[in-house]
């Protein structure tokens, strides 16, 4: 049982950074207990890109979150200042992303948008974006795996030969 | 508010000028920098005192109680905190919100810097830092 953390990928331009965690066995179990949890978190995003988790709220009446790739984005406002949870790991092999801000002063705006089969989305430039699917085109180039973009100086077209889904991250500079 | 003096002798471990030069290194930090002054005290009190410094104020972490977090620093969060008597660091990497687990010591950061502590924290596997790079093709 081995939980290995890749070095993050940061990107300036786009205030923002990426980091790969992978657990790898099944059962794998994390539990935590912080003093002073921090009571915000408009600024981190994780997703489950391969594999499954889940996530308890222990001495709290939070219901259970489950994750399975390619999973919603988490965490929502509600975790934000928790003490105590628990993380399952429910798949061997099961990898995360968490993408961030850079800067404080930022927050991290996040979607995902699913283009259905011979259909196009545009995205513009300023975003960090991950595509889950295995056939697509990004601007023309043919891609046959999912993988993370970083559009830092170029809009992108994507286009999907299969169904795909596109995560979306972009850093907003917070309304004070 | 905790006024208390400690005994900590920053000068023999050297930790606070390792702070200070981390801090010149990185015209960012003092930009990432994100005091927390008003935590509700259902959340705090039991541990740390209402005492928050701020980056100006962060030469006086002799003092038990006085913290300083920031955010997003090189990729993590960092806490500097003082508590009975000793400096603890805590480095939040990005998951730690979620729950993954990642608190992750970085002596990079501040070399030698004292042992790294945090309230709890059980895993039931081995804790690895990859030395590879996140994949992020740009376009």
Redesign the interface.
């Given at each position: 049982?081995?939980?290995?953390?890749?070095?993050?990928?940061?990107?300036s331009n786009l205030k923002l950074?990426?980091?790969?965690?992978?657990?790898?066995?099944a059962?794998?179990?994390?539990?935590?207990?912080?003093?002073?949890?921090?009571?915000e978190?408009g600024?981190?995003k994780?997703f489950t890109f391969k594999g499954g988790?889940k996530?308890e709220f222990p001495d709290t009446e939070q219901t259970t979150e489950v994750y399975y790739a390619p999973s919603l984005i988490?965490?929502g406002p509600i975790?934000?200042?928790?003490?105590h949870?628990?993380?399952t790991i429910l798949q061997d092999d099961t990898r995360?992303?968490?993408?961030?801000?850079?800067?404080?002063?930022y927050s991290l705006n996040a979607s995902i948008t699913d283009i259905a089969a011979g259909n196009s989305s545009d995205i513009t430039?300023g975003c960090?974006i991950y595509i889950h699917g295995t056939r697509y085109t990004?601007?023309d180039i043919i891609c046959t795996e999912s993988?993370?973009?970083?559009?830092?100086?170029?809009d992108?077209k994507i286009t999907a030969t299969d169904s795909c889904k596109v995560y979306i991250f972009r850093a907003i500079l917070k309304d004070y | 508010m905790t006024t208390n003096e400690s005994n900590i002798d920053i000068e023999d471990i050297h930790y606070q000028a390792r702070l200070e030069q981390h801090l010149n290194q990185n015209p960012l930090f003092e930009e990432r920098v994100k005091i927390i002054k008003e935590l509700p005290t259902n959340v705090i009190h039991d541990e740390v005192e209402e005492i928050y410094l701020s980056y100006q104020q962060s030469n006086k972490l002799s003092q038990d109680g006085y913290y300083i977090e920031t955010s997003k620093v090189l990729d993590s969060s960092i806490r500097v905190e003082v508590r009975n008597g000793t400096i603890n660091c805590y480095y939040f990497d990005g998951q730690f919100v979620a729950g993954h687990g990642a608190i992750s010591e970085k002596k990079d950061m501040v070399s030698n810097a004292p042992p790294l502590k945090y309230s709890s924290l059980n895993y039931s596997g081995n804790m690895v830092n990859d030395p590879s790079t996140t994949k992020v093709r740009n376009i």
């Open positions: 049982m081995t939980r290995t953390v890749k070095v993050a990928n940061a990107f950074s990426v980091i790969e965690t992978i657990y790898s066995s059962g794998e179990v994390f539990e935590s207990t912080f003093s002073n949890p921090i009571l978190n600024n981190i994780t988790k996530i988490a965490p975790i934000a200042g928790k003490k949870f628990r993380v995360d992303y968490c993408v961030q801000t850079l800067i404080a002063t430039k960090l990004l601007n993988e993370l973009f970083a559009l830092e100086n170029n992108a | -």
